[in-house]
């Protein structure tokens, strides 16, 4: 159903531009948040140098397809004044609050576990510091472009499933709402990993799409009994007014590892979905049915890649079941 673009991967680490001291050689560019912002589509990137540290760059396009590398490393204002140790910024996903604003919801790895941070910018050259968590270990955080029932609501995955790796990660999204951005109540379950199938842990993707049939979510799933993990893309549609209520939940993934890109690189067989953009909402907000679905991804913690699809397509897999 989703069709990846004839130029894929769109970027790579060739694409991004040397700054020295900062991006030099860079190893790859993968997981990019995703916004339409005043005529231009952006792509926040997470650039890995050869030093395992993390950048992270602004890409605008007019086409949604070749993008251009800003060269300079977006810096947040205010980041450094954080108590914690802060090692890596990654996966931003990025949220239009109207057209005030565009918040960037990261990870950020401490010595404590994973936190979620949120940064703001108006205008892609300035972001600034709106909060940063204090003691939850979680990741795959993403806001709702508008307030649900007065306040601010975001989707995020705890991590509390320890693998042998040492990594610790999750298999449940919890919605959490706030009225400030700054301190979260989470309010309860969404949904939880399907063990023995395709979704085992999961973690949102891009921030929910708002359609007259639910919030419209993609998420990733790792299925962990076949040897290695395979990160796959999967859909599913939440109620508009509970959105802590899920309507219909996709069977298959809509995404998986088969493409060279996908299949070989840092970490392989890995499409990890973290930009959405909808082409055409109508007057009230609403995404239309019939509207072109531009989803970015990162493939094998390595490259960017392009796939896209309509609206009605989701809402389609989502009710297969
Ligand atoms: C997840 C996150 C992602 C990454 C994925 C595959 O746990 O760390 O950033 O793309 O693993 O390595």
Redesign the pocket.
């Known amino acids: 159903m989703l069709k990846r673009s004839n130029a894929n991967p769109i970027l790579t680490r060739r694409d991004i531009p040397e700054i020295p001291g900062l991006t030099v050689d860079v190893s790859s560019v993968?997981?990019p948040g995703a916004v339409y912002w005043r005529g231009k589509y952006y792509l926040l990137l997470?650039v890995q140098t050869r030093g395992r540290e993390t950048r992270l760059l602004v890409a605008e396009s007019d086409d949604g397809e070749r993008f251009a590398v800003r060269s300079r490393v977006v810096e947040i204002a205010g980041l450094a004044d954080v108590a914690q140790t802060i090692y890596h910024v990654?996966?931003p996903r990025l949220t239009a609050m109207g057209d005030a604003c565009v918040h960037v919801v990261f990870?950020a790895d401490t010595d404590g576990g994973c936190r979620l941070g949120i940064a703001t910018t108006r205008d892609f050259e300035r972001f600034e510091l709106v909060s940063f968590g204090e003691d939850d270990d979680v990741?795959?955080g993403v806001l709702f472009p508008e307030k649900l029932n007065g306040e601010f609501a975001r989707l995020e995955r705890p991590n509390r499933v320890a693998l042998d790796s040492g990594?610790t990660?999750g298999s449940e999204i919890v919605l959490a709402t706030s009225n400030d951005l700054v301190s979260w109540k989470t309010i309860g379950s969404v949904m939880k990993g399907r063990w023995h199938y395709w979704d085992e842990l999961i973690?949102s993707g891009p921030p929910p799409v708002k359609t007259r049939n639910g919030w419209l979510h993609i998420y990733?799933g790792?299925a962990t009994h076949l040897n290695a993990?395979i990160?796959q893309a999967g859909v599913v549609l939440l109620d508009l007014h509970d959105p802590a209520k899920v309507i219909a939940r996709s069977r298959n993934n809509i995404l998986e590892p088969r493409e060279m890109y996908e299949l070989v690189g840092?970490?392989p067989n890995?499409v990890?979905p973290s930009g959405m953009i909808v082409e055409s909402m109508d007057a009230d907000g609403f995404a239309r049915p019939d509207s072109l679905v531009r989803l970015y991804y990162?493939a094998a913690?390595t490259v960017v890649g392009l796939a896209t699809c309509t609206v009605a397509e989701l809402l389609d897999a989502c009710k297969e079941s």
Do not use: I, M
Request: hydrophobic share 35%.
């Open positions: 993968f997981n997470r990654y996966d990870a990741r795959n990594v990660t973690g990733h790792v993990g990160y840092q970490v890995v990890f990162g913690d």
